[in-house]
């Protein structure tokens, strides 16, 4: 079904700080986190993640007292300020130098 060769793999993930913009009273920092991958052809692409917190209501088949009515939780969606997995690149290091590059670009650094 699968071999080896088609699978894309996950080489790194790296967490850049926290990212201080006007809006952080309102909507807090930014979040960023960029995952290197390899293709099946060894081309390596980056992918830009946003660490988002949201607040949630758990789904409980029945109340009890001990139980949480809204909970804050941390997720990671991807960013869709620009096309990054089009940068294709020949290395790991080359890919993550395209995705701060251009991260730094899209919030005027």
Not at 62 to 78: F, H
Request: charged share 30%.
């Amino acid at each position: 079904m699968f071999s080896l060769g088609d699978l894309t793999r996950l080489m790194a993930t790296y967490e850049l700080p926290e990212i201080e913009t006007p809006d952080d009273s309102v909507f807090g920092s930014l979040r960023f986190v960029v995952q290197i991958l390899r293709l099946p052809n060894d081309i390596y692409i980056p992918r830009v993640l946003r660490k988002e917190r949201i607040h949630v209501v758990p789904a409980y088949y029945e109340k009890r007292e001990q139980l949480v009515d809204v909970a804050t939780v941390e997720i990671t969606v991807p960013d869709d300020a620009c096309d990054w997995e089009s940068f294709e690149c020949a290395s790991e290091a080359e890919a993550l130098q395209r995705a701060l590059d251009e991260l730094q670009q899209l919030l005027g650094r």
